[in-house]
């Protein structure tokens, strides 16, 4: 960046690597303010760990106060965010708190570069320089803007620097300046002087005709009245914000001449002021849903958003209805203007929509309006460098103007290299983006180091253990995964989206080429073979297009070759190389080349990448096949995808596809829909869930060869846990109906939605004999919560999502290494009901289940568990509960205890 005093500065904060920095950058001596200070550049090359780096963060301390200092931070930051309105705001601001002219005149022209529509801060540019006194500079500002920003407020910031540089206080030059005044007036009507907002300009420059001094037996004076009549007139039949009181004052203004007269203009233009009135309170609408949409006032580059889509949507509709004449305007000429008024106010916002700049150029087209229409697309392909829609209306439009093809070529040549260029940043940002994760991976690696105990000048030696190695291997795995979803699956997206663009861009260069000559198409086909970002598209058109208008089969398929030698490793390009090079074979009846062909595909490609070959070469077999050919290609297909059980289920619904096909042609699906209904099958089709071998349990389980480090793990502080104290003044409430009820059938059952056919599953129906004996596997009570939260519950053959094994997860938790706490857990300890509890529908059978009974209707005792009515048992005393809780560990599962044994839940 250039400083105030020449000498250029790196303040790239970002840029700390090890490299050593050289002698020039050790000392770099700017001034800020007045004071001199040593920016030593060779601080910020250095990592941010280094101990050195004390001396860098107190000079970064002493000066991060300071207005330029904070200028170039925020430049540093502009370059990964340049359309961040925020961060510009920031940078004027700063800029002029430094209160140097260069600084702030450079930070003006960076800003209005990025978004050169913005009137309010052409407005501040230029009243910087008319403060300071630089004419000169101000009107090189206008020569600028004036043109391009079609907005009120600009243009009467111009008519004020005009009036205010021309006083009509020197009689000497009054009637010079008076003229200047004038010309200025009218020069600014015709620009603006049909928006809405410019109601202030209109009665401004009637105010400035009635303030001229004249004899009113003058003829000066009869050309005042016949002028300020126009002025009125035009005005009043605008739709302009005052336009109510403009007619009030035009009354007034030809009654107070002459009454007989004043009916007869007034009456001539009441139809136009009533028109213009109406058109008033539609462009006020429109203006206001427009200034609802739009969520910032500078343009940024189109993300389509919903936003940008409504704002877009706004606009077309005011261009729409301008274009439909609702003034009802007779010169053509006059509605012309009003519409490209409109155009131009829509670029303002709309900058970066390319449908708008091609929509404006046609409009001058459509009026004979090239030059206009020229100079329109040329700044709209300045605007949008990348956009293909306006280069190639842009070269459409020269074609028609018989332009050479030379100049027509530079136009192409200009877009690829710009999207290429593109391109080429993104993948340096990518880049730069996984330098930083490598360098957070590494910064974390050494952090890991230094909390094993070792030391800060140990950590280049070689003194690990396994279990470091381990972690480090580990983290740098997660690094590799964090890099792959964060940087590389979007570089892809973001790139493959460029390359399309740069395909499509070369593909409408061979179109206008082949028009020129045969040998211009093969020469841009040979720029494209070189380019490393061009798709199979380039190939493919190139070859029909050798076929079709050369009329010769042999470059087509020679063409077609080419393609699948250079997309042999692209296994999703090959696969369409292949399809559309079958489709070229089929349509010349080279029924032998396309066999060979599909041999070929279907000993490289992968099985996945298959699916669409083997489609295309059937439905061409069915048609035009021998009996033979056809069954024995069907039978090859399901032996090739019998041992892959994903793309084998894939393909049943497509085989009867194919079968519906085989029996049809064209557009006939009868088959299809009426006798297969396969558009029902694929709307109520459910996902099918494989059944896993142990074999292949075994192949996919994660293995490892780390050794078991129960420290390795976290594990919660046993310590800290407090013991389980029933509050005996709390009592769990249940419905009315389950008081009163003595049978679990009348407790809501959950509806298993028929999982399993067994009788067996199914609760039967039970009476009130059956409280008094013990509950058996097959017939239990369930608590009223748990029923109730079941019966809301959806049926299990709604579950769409993934199935694990419970064996393997409870193998898995069964090997942790647990080790017993150091304290007895009173909460792990469970009694089984009492006979009462199994009497009132509340009873769990003791061998049922090893986990406790849940908490939603029960609470727990020091006896057991026990229900919240008044069936329960009554509490007991202290010292029976000091006794349960000094039991063993190790009782038998019979004895009703739920234990913790052998490191395991029994």
């Known amino acids: ?132 006194s630089a004419f000169d500079k101000v009107e090189s500002i206008f020569n600028k803007c004036l043109r391009s920003v079609v907005s009120v407020d600009l243009w009467k910031f111009y008519l004020s620097y005009i009036q205010k540089n021309h006083s009509l206080t020197n009689q000497d030059t009054l009637q010079e300046n008076r003229t200047i005044i004038n010309n200025t007036f009218e020069f600014v009507l015709s620009n603006v002087g049909f928006d809405p907002n410019s109601s202030s300009i209109w009665s401004d420059y009637i105010n400035f005709i009635k303030s001229g001094e004249c004899n ?134 709309l900058r970066y929509f390319p449908e708008i700049w091609v929509e404006a150029a046609k409009f001058l087209i459509s009026q004979e309006k090239f030059e206009e229409a020229l100079k329109l697309l040329k700044t709209g392909i300045e605007t949008i460098p990348t956009s293909l829609l306006i280069a190639f209306t842009l070269v459409e439009f020269e074609e028609g103007r018989n332009v050479a093809f030379k100049e027509i070529s530079q136009i192409f040549e200009k877009l690829i290299q710009n999207l290429e260029s593109k391109i080429d940043e993104k993948n340096a940002k990518f880049d730069e983006e996984v330098n ?78 082949r028009r020129e000559s045969e040998k211009s198409a093969r020469l841009v086909f040979g720029k494209a073979r070189k380019s490393s970002h061009c798709n199979y598209q380039v190939y493919v058109y ?33 696969e369409f190389v292949v399809l559309h090079y079958l489709d070229f074979l089929h349509n010349s009846n080279d029924e032998t080349n396309a066999r060979a062909v ?25 048609l035009y096949g021998e009996f033979n050919l056809i069954n024995n290609l069907e039978k090859r297909r399901k032996e090739m995808y019998h041992d892959n059980l994903n793309i084998a289920n894939d393909l049943e619904l497509e085989d009867l596809k194919d079968l519906s096909k ?41 293995q490892t060869l780390a050794a078991v480090t129960p420290e390795k793990f976290v594990r919660p502080d046993l310590t800290k846990w407090q013991t389980y104290k029933s509050d005996p003044n709390q009592k769990l409430m249940v419905s009315e109906r389950n008081l009163n009820s003595n049978s679990p059938a009348s407790s809501p059952r959950p509806d298993l939605g028929n999982s399993s056919p ?63 706490p150091n ?31 849940p908490f939603s209707s029960h609470s727990y005792s020091s006896q057991g568990f026990s229900a919240s009515h008044g069936t329960s048992s009554p509490a007991p005393s202290s010292s029976r509960r000091d006794e349960h809780r000094s039991r063993p560990y190790d009782r038998d599962r019979r004895s009703g205890k739920f234990l913790l044994k052998n490191t395991q839940f029994s």
């Open 662 to 702: 085989k029996y049809s042609f064209k557009d006939i699906t009868y088959i299809e829909d009426e006798e297969l209904g396969i558009p029902e099958q694929l709307q109520h089709q459910q996902p099918k869930f494989q059944a896993s071998t142990f074999e292949a349990k075994s192949i996919n389980r994660l």
């Open 542 to 574: 190139s070859a029909l297009m050798e076929y079709h208008c050369s009329k010769d089969h042999t470059i087509a398929g020679k063409v077609f070759e080419l393609s699948l030698k250079a997309f042999l490793n692209d296994a999703k390009q090959a």
């Open 758 to 820: 067994k009788a067996s599953h199914q609760i039967p129906p039970s009476s009130s004999n059956t409280l008094h004996t013990t509950p058996s596997y097959s017939q239990f009570a369930i608590p009223p919560a748990i029923s109730a939260l079941l019966c809301k519950l959806p049926s299990p053959s709604y579950f769409q999502g993934p199935v694990f094994n419970v064996d393997d997860m409870l193998d898995l938790i069964n090997k942790l290494p647990l080790s017993l």
């Open 823 to 853: 304290q007895q857990l009173d909460w792990i300890t469970y009694v089984p009901p009492s006979t009462s509890d199994v009497a009132s529908g509340y009873g769990i059978p003791p061998f049922s289940s090893s986990i406790p009974p």
């Open 436 to 513: 930083n994760l490598l360098k957070r991976g590494n910064k974390s690696v050494k952090n890991n180091k230094i909390a094993d105990g070792m030391e800060v000048e140990d950590l280049n030696e070689e003194v690990w253990d396994g279990e470091s190695r381990e972690r480090e291997r580990e983290q740098l795995k997660q690094l590799e995964k964090e890099i792959h979803f964060k940087v590389e699956e979007t570089r892809k997206i973001e790139i493959d989206l460029l390359k399309e663009a740069v395909s499509c861009a070369y593909i409408m260069y061979m179109r206008v080429a």
């Open 216 to 349: 009113p037996a003058s003829y000066e004076y009869q050309v005042k009245i016949d002028k300020l009549r126009k002025i009125y007139q035009q005005a009043t039949v605008t739709p302009i914000a005052n336009i109510e009181q403009l007619w009030k004052d035009y009354d007034s203004f030809e009654n107070g001449l002459n009454k007989i007269t004043a009916k007869k203009f007034i009456s001539e233009r009441s139809s136009g002021y009533m028109t213009a009135r109406t058109a008033l309170r539609e462009i006020t609408g429109f203006m206001e849903n427009i200034e609802k949409a739009q969520s910032s006032f500078l343009p940024k580059p189109v993300t389509w958003s919903e936003t940008d889509c409504k704002l877009l949507e706004l606009w077309k509709r005011y261009i729409a209805w301008e274009k439909s004449n609702p003034l009802n305007i007779d010169d053509k000429t006059h509605l012309f203007t009003r519409v490209m008024y409109t155009y131009n106010s829509a670029l303002l916002k």
């Open 598 to 622: 599909f041999e070929r595909a279907i000993t490289t490609l992968p099985l996945e990448n298959l699916k669409s070959i083997w489609k295309k070469m059937l439905e061409h077999e069915n």
């Open 1 to 132: 960046m250039e400083a105030t005093s020449g000498t250029e500065v790196d303040y790239n904060m970002n840029a700390m690597d090890n490299s050593t920095p050289s002698a020039t950058d050790q000392e770099s001596v700017v001034n800020i303010n007045g004071s001199d200070f040593s920016s030593k550049v060779n601080f910020l090359e250095k990592s941010v760990d280094s101990p050195q780096q004390s001396d860098f963060y107190n000079w970064e301390a002493e000066n991060s106060q300071k207005p330029l200092f904070k200028v170039e931070k925020i430049k540093q930051a502009l370059k990964s965010d340049i359309y961040n309105d925020i961060l510009w705001e920031q940078l004027l601001q700063e800029a002029k708190n430094t209160n140097e002219e260069d600084v702030i005149r450079q930070a003006y022209d960076e800003f209005l570069k990025v978004f050169p529509t913005s009137s309010r801060h052409w407005i501040e540019y230029a009243t910087f320089e008319q403060d300071n």
